[in-house]
């Protein structure tokens, strides 16, 4: 269960509002130092995933963690299990290259969200892999090393929608701040965690669609998705800064990267 291009647009590209509302001066938006520092630690944070060695089994791969996981402005995060040897490892794009990136990208277009207005990252930030070159299932040590690495995107990112992919992407929110959900029984509802909206639905793989969570069910658990967008949507409405404009909308939804 891995992950499978990321694209830019334009016209979607919105700086949050979190860190506009103080600086809207006379109908004009000024950007504040806020972001400056937001890459600054991004930046950092790229550079020591790509030189960690905490993993003996992983010391000659590289961490697919860069810009090209997603937007920093980015109010919904999508976190998989770890990047697939065909798939995020080959291309360094989270959830491309593969049958699991097809799907996904399948399955967020069918809310009209795109990978511009999102971010992507993993449980484990590097491929696993067993003496023969298969992929597997990453270890629990594997995933604690890593730990640190999500907190710290999650912690920059601060996205109000957190979406796990698959149960160990759930289980690894543990090392962030503790909940007793599983997978099971908490898929497709949405979830109060750590001051944010917590979606855990099941890891877009061609093996979990054959035998686990058809894909019926997974596009209705993209409709949960939406729902926890749109009420986090409706949560700032009411404290929307008056020189804010409209909500952009984007295949349908309101532009997630606005709040």
């Known amino acids: 269960m891995f992950e499978g291009s990321f694209s830019t647009n334009a016209t979607t590209s919105i700086v949050p509002f979190s860190l506009l509302a103080p600086l809207c001066l006379g109908g004009e938006i000024k950007v504040n130092s806020h972001q400056k520092t937001e890459n600054k630690l991004f930046t950092q944070l790229v550079s020591d995933a790509g030189s960690c060695k905490l993993c003996p089994a992983m010391c000659d791969r590289a961490a697919v963690f860069s810009a090209l996981n997603g937007s920093l402005a980015?109010?919904?995060?999508?976190?998989?299990?770890?990047?697939g040897r065909k798939g995020a490892d080959r291309t360094h794009v989270p959830f491309s290259g593969d049958q699991?990136?097809?799907?996904?990208d399948r399955f967020i277009a069918s809310i009209g969200l795109g990978r511009e207005e999102i971010f992507i990252t993993s449980a484990a930030l590097c491929n696993p892999?067993?003496?023969?070159?298969?992929?597997?299932?990453?270890?629990?040590?594997?995933?604690?090393?890593?730990?640190?690495?999500?907190r710290r995107a999650i912690e920059i990112i601060d996205p109000r929608v957190v979406v796990t992919l698959g149960s160990v992407a759930l289980e690894a929110l543990k090392k962030i701040?503790?909940?007793?959900?599983?997978?099971?029984?908490?898929?497709?509802?949405v979830h109060d965690w750590d001051d944010r909206l917590l979606v855990p639905i099941y890891h877009p793989s061609p093996q979990v669609l054959a035998s686990h969570?058809?894909?019926?069910?997974?596009?209705?658990?993209?409709?949960?998705?939406?729902?926890?967008?749109?009420?986090?949507?409706?949560?700032?409405?009411l404290?929307?800064?008056?020189?804010?404009?409209?909500?952009?909308?984007?295949?349908g939804l309101p532009s997630i990267g606005t709040a």
């Open 213 to 237: 969570r058809r894909e019926a069910a997974q596009l209705q658990d993209y409709q949960i998705v939406a729902q926890a967008i749109e009420q986090h949507r409706s949560s700032i409405a």
């Open 129 to 150: 892999r067993t003496d023969s070159g298969a992929n597997r299932k990453p270890a629990k040590s594997e995933v604690a090393n890593c730990s640190q690495f999500l």
């Open 100 to 104: 699991s990136g097809k799907n996904f």
């Open 74 to 83: 980015a109010r919904v995060m999508f976190i998989g299990e770890a990047p």
């Open 239 to 251: 404290s929307r800064h008056p020189c804010d404009k409209a909500v952009p909308r984007v295949g």
């Open 177 to 189: 701040k503790w909940h007793e959900l599983n997978l099971k029984e908490a898929s497709g509802k």
